[in-house]
């Protein structure tokens, strides 16, 4: 038997007036982020692809996919957390604050010699770990890079590429990440881990703001088309940290009039959806051996689950073929819309997108999300085809077919 399409909606994130303060995503802490990758040679804005014709086939007003698969030419969005993270740090060494570097500055020969030789440590499952091991690379410093079981070696060998020294564990992606907690502190080495816990909350938040940028982006591209603001967004987490920037962000810039917003997991790693369920910090377990590697994770960032359950107003745990739709509803546009290239995690929300709107069992939750006619829907694909065989496995011979 095949699994489902499991949500729950947050029926009181409208009503309660006791949240979390969501300050650190305002517009001024946005623009610092968004300041320091701009001084970046390689920085340019990501596509924000309008699919006029998907969107009336499905029949809302508007569907937009912000596509990182072009950032940096890093093929996903996790670039903009792991250097804005080592750019503060940084900073941080040097006595300075993050406004007052860039990175030209922190790669410079001067800069160099001040803060000596520095190892940066990380565990993932491919697209943070390769960020990482980029800022590391380009400003002259060393980095190790840790893998869970079953990793793409693919994404291993784009890893090594950067320079870092990198490897596939025995572990799930939680073990490794305390695998590279005990080495830093073994090694004297600097851990960079986009998922936060007691203790150690610094350098995740760093990395949350940085995800921020793409979000500011997206904004900005919105008033040039003259597009009016989403009415909703779909955003994909594995600990929470991007789904917590998102939510940060939006909760700060556009305050009680925020979009509806939905956070979509897979069925086999999906805590956030367990945590808002359980309405606390919930653990998932084991391989969590899920196609969308990505966000194969199972402990919740306890400052993106702290925004997530005071502003987030819905929680999806898809199937697998729900992210394989996406892959290829978007590989395969309809004549006249632009082609997007998503890997298995990056398409997860257009494929929760496209169930909503065509399966009727999904009626429900499409009337609990309001969605209709007007609605103007802004879905992240993070990432591209970081694994291109199995890209290909999925859009072209049609592995994960529809189940439902």
């Not at 570097?101 to 190892?119: A, D, H, W, Y």
């Not at 869970?148 to 784009?158: A, C, H, Q, T, V």
């Amino acid at each position: 038997m095949s699994e489902s399409i499991k949500w729950i909606c947050n029926e009181t994130v409208r009503k309660n007036k006791n949240k979390v303060s969501v300050e650190d995503f305002n517009l001024s802490q946005t623009k610092k982020a968004k300041k320091f990758h701009e001084s970046f040679e390689v920085y340019s804005e990501t596509p924000l692809v309008r699919l006029k014709n998907f969107s009336k086939q499905l029949g809302v007003s508007e569907i937009l996919v912000k596509d990182e698969s072009y950032r940096f030419g890093l093929n996903a969005f996790k670039v903009l957390g792991g250097s804005y993270a080592i750019g503060n740090l940084l900073a941080q060494r040097l006595g300075l604050s993050i406004e007052e570097v860039n990175f030209e500055m922190l790669r410079s020969k001067e800069i160099k010699e001040k803060l000596g030789e520095i190892t940066f440590v990380t565990a993932t499952d491919g697209n943070h770990g390769r960020g990482v091991a980029w800022a590391a690379n380009q400003l002259g410093q060393k980095s190790v890079v840790y893998m869970p079981k079953g990793s793409s070696k693919y994404r291993l060998n784009n890893i090594k590429k950067e320079g870092a020294d990198a490897s596939i564990t025995d572990m799930n992606y939680d073990d490794a990440v305390r695998l590279a907690t005990e080495n830093a502190k073994k090694y004297g080495w600097e851990v960079i881990q986009d998922t936060a816990w007691k203790g150690y909350e610094d350098v995740p938040k760093w990395i949350m703001q940085g995800y921020s940028t793409l979000m500011l982006e997206v904004v900005e591209q919105m008033e040039k088309i003259k597009v009016e603001k989403p009415t909703h967004v779909f955003v994909q987490a594995g600990v929470g940290s991007l789904a917590g920037a998102v939510q940060g962000f939006l909760a700060a810039y556009y305050g009680e009039d925020r979009p509806i917003t939905v956070v979509v997991e897979p069925n086999k790693a999906d805590c956030i959806y367990r945590s808002a369920k359980n309405k606390k910090r919930t653990f998932v377990t084991g391989d969590m051996d899920t196609i969308m590697a990505g966000l194969a994770c199972g402990e919740p960032n306890t400052i993106g689950w702290e925004i997530l359950k005071d502003y987030t107003d819905a929680f999806i745990s898809c199937p697998e073929y729900v992210s394989a739709n996406g892959m290829r509803i978007l590989g395969n546009p309809l004549k006249g819309d632009t082609k997007v290239i998503s890997g298995e995690s990056g398409a997860v929300t257009t494929g929760i997108v496209y169930s909503i709107l065509t399966d009727e069992k999904q009626k429900d939750l499409k009337q609990e999300l309001k969605i209709d006619e007007n609605s103007r829907i802004l879905v992240i694909s993070t990432e591209g085809d970081t694994d291109p065989k199995h890209y290909r496995k999925v859009v072209w011979d049609g592995l994960y077919p529809n189940e439902a």
